[in-house]
Nanobody, 127 residues
Framework: QVQLAESGGGSVQAGGSLTLSCATS????????VAWFRQAPGQAREGIAA????????RIADYLKGRFRMSRDQGQNTLYLHISNLSPLDTATYYC????????????????????WGQGTQVTVSS
């Protein structure tokens, strides 16, 4: 049974940093399309970053490059999202997602590409 569970969210001051974790089970993070998304109140869910076979490095949304970094721990079967220099505009619920049936996800930033989702973790940034 595929499961994903995010953790690490919270309330932080602008300029701070956070690392979100996504513990997974039921599949191997190195053999699937995996991604991070976020959704602010009243906004559409947007893709942040993804990892998949065939990509020589994690895919990051252009406007987030430099502040967001995605990594994975194969031994722990866990995904991470590292966020630096947080701003109030980063306030959102952050989700991890996976599609274990595919190794290649060129449309990685589309939420419809993923079958499984975590419950989300809230990040609130104050100025």
């Amino acid at each position: 049974q595929v499961q994903l569970a995010e953790s690490g969210g919270g309330s932080v001051q602008a300029g701070g940093s956070l690392t979100l974790s996504c513990a997974t089970s039921g599949f191997t993070v190195t053999s699937a399309c995996v991604a991070w998304f976020r959704q602010a109140p009243g906004q559409a869910r947007e893709g942040i970053a993804a990892l998949y076979s065939g990509a020589d490095s994690p895919r990051i949304a252009d406007y987030l490059k430099g502040r967001f970094r995605m990594s994975r721990d194969q031994g722990q079967n866990t995904l991470y999202l590292h966020i630096s220099n947080l701003s109030p505009l980063d306030t959102a619920t952050y989700y991890c997602a996976a599609d274990p049936s595919r190794w290649v996800c060129p449309r990685w930033d589309r939420s419809a590409e993923y079958t499984y989702w975590g419950q989300g973790t809230q990040v609130t940034v104050s100025s």
